[in-house]
């Protein structure tokens, strides 16, 4: 702790006590906003790794149905179909407010897959290819959006629990001494004066 270097005055008083009130009121609120943030980025974590297993499900299921495609139709088919794909889609991004943080949300809608080639040419691999990478693609989405989620909540929780930490272990404690030793020197004064006055009177008498 390290007392403040102010004169022990009462407007020092005054002053100590209001700035000691909202330092403590500050504090109160940054660990209420703390614990807000701790359980949201908790549960943030948790739909990660929900989301983790279900992006390597995916990639393994795309893979698979691929291989496959490949196999059955050959290299330079797969890729004259693959530069031939239409996919009309449109993308929304919202923000969501938890604790001051602003979170986006995307929501992407789906339009239906057009070809630039007969359907004679393909096969019911190639259009199970096709959705099991666009599967792939919106659970890595998700992936993004979420641990993109997890860093901001996590940067937010850094820097509020920084702040906690100074008016906990600085400004409170810097704030309570000045205002005990603002006090008591006060105080010690006034007793002082008391016993000066008492001292006069008695003279006087």
């Known amino acids: 702790m390290a007392r403040l270097n102010v004169p022990p005055t009462k407007s020092s008083l ?3 006590r209001d700035d000691l009130r909202m330092a403590t009121e500050g504090f109160s609120l940054l660990d209420q906003k703390r ?4 359980m949201e980025l908790m549960r943030l974590l948790e739909r990660v790794r929900v989301v ?9 299921k795309a893979h698979a149905t691929a291989r496959k495609a490949f196999t059955r139709n050959g290299f330079h088919v797969m890729r004259r179909i693959a530069s031939g794909i239409r996919y009309p ?11 001051g943080v ?31 990478y666009l599967a792939l693609v919106e659970t890595l989405g998700r992936m993004a959006q979420l641990e993109n989620a997890a860093w901001l909540l996590a940067r937010e ?9 100074a008016l906990e272990q600085i400004f409170i404690p810097d ?22 006055l008492k001292i006069v009177k008695a003279r006087r008498e």
């Open 157 to 165: 929780l850094k820097k509020t629990q920084r702040r906690v930490n």
């Open 102 to 132: 602003r979170l986006p949300e995307i929501t992407a809608e789906h339009g239906e897959f057009s070809l630039q080639f007969g359907l004679a040419e393909t096969d019911s691999l190639v259009d199970e290819t096709m959705r099991d």
């Open 35 to 38: 614990e807000i943030l701790v």
């Open 52 to 60: 983790q297993r279900e992006v390597e499900q995916a990639r393994e």
């Open 14 to 16: 005054l002053r100590v």
């Open 175 to 196: 704030f309570s001494d000045t205002l005990a030793y603002i006090a008591e020197t006060l105080e010690s004064k006034e007793l002082e004066a008391f016993a000066i």
């Open 89 to 99: 889609h449109k993308t929304t991004i919202r923000h969501r407010v938890v604790a």
